[in-house]
């Protein structure tokens, strides 16, 4: 099978864990090792988020104060290479040598006139304590939200339109390369009325973006892997509950939490509707199960 995979940024580097490289790299080597377990049948092609790294970047950014803080699409392709650096080397070192590996640094465009940019949503960078955010807030005109028991900053998320370079990694995957992609959702741009492209200061959901580029690249399931188990009902409560399987109109009409599990839903929905195949939601250890259908919260056309 053809099979993308989605990696959560939680899945690369735990939540409340110390934004070192240390321990980016010990938990990238982790995601390699399983997602070497189901490529030896199957063509792979890798995305995975960047929220704490590219907000990370941005604070590094932002504290030398003698030139103006780099922008959001700057700091996503350095993410993105980053991240696509470890990832690629850890596979490496776990997948024959025979295999080849590449990372594409990888552009998608957005409408320059998407709602999103008067509503931020997207979680970037470390958590806060409720007093630290506020601080933050205040001295550097950051939106903040609630995550969970934290709190973190939230950028504009518009909505995926082209992944420019979608051609050459379908060339790529069919060649029997295995591709690291659409890092972060890839590096926002909008294509101007000039017919230039530009970046412009967001960060792209990557569970929509890897949907689009899975549809489009033909792929037989999307896999969106994060830090737990799949989709719950009652999540967060004594009677929480997981959901084996959900059908396209049973997803679409229930209602998961905005800035978690609810773009992960959409991203799954948005591909069975597109193609008529399955998307599965759960826990990168369960890799194995939810390529199969064993493990996971699977959303099916009907």
């Known amino acids: 099978m053809r099979v993308l995979t989605a990696l959560g940024g939680n899945a690369l580097l735990k939540r409340g864990e110390p934004l070192t490289a240390a321990n980016q790299?010990?938990?990238?080597?982790?995601a390699a090792e399983r997602i070497a377990r189901i490529s030896g049948e199957n063509e792979v092609v890798v995305a995975h988020g960047n929220g704490p790294q590219v907000g990370l970047l941005a604070l590094q950014a932002a504290a030398y104060t003698d030139v103006e803080a780099y922008p959001l699409d700057v700091l996503g392709a350095e993410s993105e290479a980053m991240i696509g650096y470890m990832l690629e080397q850890e596979l490496g070192n776990v997948m024959p040598p025979e295999q080849h590996l590449v990372t594409v640094l990888t552009m998608t465009e957005v409408d320059p006139d998407d709602p999103a940019f008067e509503h931020p949503t997207k979680f970037i960078g470390p958590v806060y304590d409720e007093d630290?955010?506020?601080?933050?807030?205040?001295?550097?005109?950051?939106?903040?939200?609630?995550?969970?028991?934290?709190?973190?900053?939230?950028?504009?998320?518009?909505?995926?339109v082209r992944v420019i370079?979608?051609?050459p990694i379908k060339l790529l995957v069919e060649s029997g390369t295995l591709v690291i992609c659409a890092g972060g959702g890839g590096i926002p741009t909008?294509?101007?009325?000039?017919?230039?492209?530009?970046?412009?200061?967001?960060?792209?959901?990557?569970?929509?973006a890897a949907a689009m580029l899975a549809a489009h690249l033909d792929?037989?399931?999307?896999?969106?892997?994060?830090?737990v188990e799949g989709v719950y009902r009652n999540w967060g409560t004594g009677a929480q509950e997981l959901i084996p399987q959900l059908t396209l109109a049973e997803a679409e009409g229930s209602e998961f939490a905005a800035g978690s599990m609810g773009p992960k839903v959409q991203a799954a929905c948005n591909f069975v509707r597109e193609t008529g195949r399955r998307a599965v939601i759960g826990a990168l250890a369960d890799i194995e199960g939810l390529v199969a259908g064993t493990a996971g919260t699977s959303v099916v056309a009907g």
């Open 190 to 208: 909008v294509l101007g009325s000039d017919g230039i492209l530009r970046g412009i200061e967001a960060v792209i959901d990557k569970d929509l």
């Open 219 to 227: 792929a037989d399931v999307l896999v969106i892997a994060t830090d």
């Open 25 to 30: 790299r010990a938990n990238i080597a982790i």
């Open 165 to 167: 370079e979608e051609e």
């Open 132 to 160: 630290a955010a506020n601080r933050l807030a205040e001295e550097k005109g950051w939106a903040i939200a609630p995550d969970g028991p934290y709190f973190r900053r939230v950028v504009p998320s518009p909505l995926p």
